[in-house]
């Protein structure tokens, strides 16, 4: 019983230590920068190919240029940019990346 009620208190301090620690804004200094390049790449490859089958089914998320090649280091600025433009988004917590990095895209490549 004891151990469990150590457990669990670990866990909730883990928590909110993590809530704290990974934000978009911190994850870009603190988190391990491999694993975060890498999950920044993968999301803004899925993010290009969600935009160009939107794109062949009506009007697209972002309009990037027809011949721009759009890959991980382009997105990481993408989205120091978006962070320097947007300081509202320092707070957000890493899992929603994905929506954060969608409002890089439009705010970089608005559609017009």
């Known amino acids: 019983m004891k151990f ?9 301090f883990g ?3 993590a809530k704290e620690q990974y934000t978009v804004a911190s994850a870009l200094t603190k988190a391990n920068q ?3 390049n890498e999950r920044i790449e993968t999301i803004g490859t899925t993010l290009m190919w969600a935009n160009d089958y939107a794109n062949d089914n009506g009007p697209g998320i972002f309009c990037p240029p ?10 990481r600025l993408m989205l120091e940019h978006t ?7 320092h707070d ?3 899992e929603k990346l994905p929506l954060v990095m969608i409002s890089a895209a439009e705010i970089t490549f ?3």
Request: aromatic share 10%.
């Open 92 to 94: 957000i917590e890493l």
């Open 34 to 36: 491999a694993w975060l």
């Open 66 to 75: 027809p011949n721009a090649t759009v890959a991980g280091p382009q997105w």
């Open 110 to 112: 608005p559609c017009r």
């Open 83 to 89: 962070l320097k433009a947007m300081p509202s988004y």
């Open 15 to 17: 928590s909110a230590c």
């Open 4 to 12: 469990l009620v150590i457990a669990l208190y670990a866990m909730s």
